[in-house]
């Protein structure tokens, strides 16, 4: 035990009140109110007092041997449900065999000399020295007669439990004593942090799922703006979520194909190229719509094709035409030579006429 705890105890001959039992010690006999322990039975808070008592009139040694034996109250206080113990500066002075039980020993001497501190482990859960956390408790019991807390001590084996202890000094025919209660809460604070472990774990669920909404509404914003690249994460979700993102991905998967594919046709389209088509295949409307789009091809196709067999045969009529005229031409020249033949042979004729009547 540490020097402070050796003086707080010895302080306590003046300082303590024992709240427990408001004790006032008249004639040889305790009168006081029982303070309320959660799970504890009124004959064993009888046979603590009554204990105490044969310690003021006996001391530790003839409380041992049973000199002024009380069997009720020993009978109570050694059948107790709950762990209870007497201790002072030198350590633990008397414990039932509840306590026992609960520190995993077998024989008083394993635990009576000892101070309760020392079955702790060397800090409780709160993160606080349990040395530094003992010390403040005693001196909480010391300065207000009795307090009460929870605390994680440690068996024989090293195995960790959880009790309610409830600390209680009192001054004992001049001598300074800590009463110490132990109630087990080992499966009420295992319950409670199965409790906290479900509520963090559903808060840890509650945070993804917020993220994993803000992520889902950034891809649809992004893809409202074209911006078909974007991908949902899927490495840092499991369950439902995985499962959405997945099927959200493979939804932007099919979206940006077929417009990838339409892109494709109709900037071949725009390059005179008619042949292009969708060969991939869809499902349900995608489907619908890769079906239109290779049928719009193909009449377009068609059509050029009709174009092309049209001008072909306009193309051979106006040769024809343009034949023809060539040859209508060449006729119309040979006609106006002959004609101009036949104006000069007429010029002069009408010239040897006229000559003839002159003369």
């Not at 309320?36 to 310690?55: E, K």
């Not at 808060?203 to 690249?229: N, S």
Request: proline letters at 2%; charged letters at 25%; aromatic letters at 4%.
């Amino acid at each position: 035990m540490t020097g402070s705890l050796r003086a707080s105890l010895s302080l306590a001959s003046a300082a303590a009140a024992p709240a427990l039992f408001a004790a006032v010690w008249v004639g040889g006999n305790l009168h006081g109110n029982t303070y309320a322990l959660a799970g504890g039975a009124v004959a064993a808070l009888v046979g603590v007092a009554s204990l105490l008592l044969r310690l003021r009139e006996g001391g530790i040694d003839a409380l041992r041997e049973g000199g002024l034996a009380d069997r009720v109250a020993r009978t109570a206080f050694e059948r107790a449900a709950d762990g209870q113990f007497v201790f002072d500066a030198n350590g633990i002075v008397l414990c039932n065999p509840t306590a026992m039980t609960m520190l995993g020993a077998t024989r008083r001497d394993q635990i009576e000399g000892r101070h309760p501190a020392i079955f702790s482990p060397e800090r409780q859960p709160c993160g606080s020295s349990s040395g530094e956390m003992a010390e403040e408790k005693i001196g909480e019991a010391i300065r207000d007669g009795f307090t009460r807390f929870e605390w994680t001590h440690c068996r024989l084996d090293g195995s960790p439990f959880n009790v309610l202890v409830t600390l209680v000094a009192v001054n004992v025919v001049g001598r300074p004593l800590l009463t110490c209660f132990w109630q087990d809460i080992t499966d009420r604070v295992r319950a409670r942090q199965v409790e906290e472990e479900r509520r963090q774990a559903t808060e840890q669920r509650h945070r993804k799922e917020e993220a994993a909404g803000q992520e889902i509404a950034g891809l649809i914003a992004a893809v409202a703006r074209g911006e078909l690249d974007t991908r949902l994460k899927t490495d840092d979700k499991d369950g439902f979520l995985r499962s959405m993102s997945e099927t959200i991905n493979a939804l932007t998967d099919t979206v940006s194909g077929i417009i990838a594919d339409l892109g494709a046709m109709l900037g071949a389209l725009a390059r005179g190229d008619v042949t292009c088509r969708i060969d991939k295949t869809y499902a349900g409307a995608f489907e619908i719509l890769r079906t239109d789009a290779n049928t719009t091809a193909q009449r377009l196709s068609d059509i050029v094709s009709e174009i092309r067999t049209v001008a072909s045969g306009i193309g051979a009529a106006a040769a024809e035409v343009a034949a023809g005229s060539t040859d209508l031409s060449s006729r119309s020249e040979q006609q106006a030579s002959a004609l101009e033949e036949t104006a000069a042979s007429m010029e002069e004729l009408a010239a040897t006429v006229r000559q003839n009547a002159a003369n």
